[in-house]
């Protein structure tokens, strides 16, 4: 069974960057889409892109274009999310998913990281 | 864009009653719809793929319904671990993107 996990909490001044890391363990990675979902406190979900690490195409949000950097070493089966210009609203709990296949965006997320919080704070 | 409106925010149910969760897309969405749990602290939890498909593990109590616009995620014989926020998705292979519904709060009564 696949497990995602993820690296632990960052905090950062606003106008900085932040990387947070997933890598998967325990079955097949490099062919399904890794997506990155965030939360803010008391807040719902946001799709913030994915990639396929097979091949290394990243789709983003269009509210997280330009700012976002989803990459992929198929090697170390690790995917890696990258936000820039932070600002405060950025603080959130920072999610990599799975979907239930390969199909291409076209199903839901069974398996989820254990989360990454990251603070934007002056 | 497709925009998920759920309702409503909140719903008050006696354990041991049945709630009735809605989700309603701005255009027709087939049945690309998945629906979630999420308690405090922890990340979600996949319960219906395809609008009516129960993940795995998932108990029979949950149920899913609907397709084009509106959507309905069904919990019968409410236990105590089932309140908690309940969000949909609808997942899109053109454009690729996956758009999340703002929740819906399920409290105890």
């Known amino acids: 069974q696949v497990q995602l996990v993820q690296s632990g909490a960052e905090v950062k001044k606003p106008g900085s960057s932040v990387k947070v890391s997933c890598k998967a363990s325990?079955?097949?990675?490099?062919?399904?889409?890794i997506n990155w979902v965030r939360q803010a406190p008391g807040q719902g979900l946001e799709w913030m892109g994915g990639?396929?690490?097979?091949?290394?195409?990243?789709k983003y949000a269009q509210m997280f274009q330009g700012r976002v950097t989803i990459t992929a070493e198929d090697s170390t089966s690790t995917v890696e999310m990258e936000l820039s210009s932070l600002r405060p609203d950025d603080t959130a709990v920072y999610y990599c998913?799975?979907?239930?296949?390969?199909?291409?965006?076209?199903?839901?997320?069974?398996?989820w990281g254990q989360g990454t919080l990251v603070t934007v704070s002056s | 864009e497709i925009v998920l409106t759920q309702s409503p925010a909140t719903l008050s149910v006696s354990p041991g009653e049945s709630a009735t969760l809605s989700c309603r897309a701005s255009q027709s969405i087939r049945s690309d719809l998945a629906w979630y749990q999420q308690k405090p602290g922890q990340a979600p939890r996949l319960l219906i793929n395809?609008?009516?498909t129960r993940a795995t593990n998932i108990p029979a109590r949950f149920s899913g319904s609907g397709a084009g616009t509106e959507f309905t995620l069904t919990i019968s014989s409410l236990q105590s671990e089932d309140f908690a926020v309940y969000f949909c998705?609808?997942?899109?292979?053109?454009?690729?993107?996956?758009?999340f519904g703002p929740g819906t709060k399920l409290e105890s009564k």
């Open positions: 998705q609808h997942y899109s292979s053109w454009p690729p993107m996956y758009t």
């Open positions: 990639i396929i690490p097979k091949f290394n195409t990243p």
């Open positions: 325990g079955g097949t990675f490099s062919t399904y889409v």
């Open positions: 395809g609008a009516s």
């Open positions: 998913a799975r979907p239930i296949s390969a199909s291409y965006f076209n199903d839901g997320f069974d398996i």
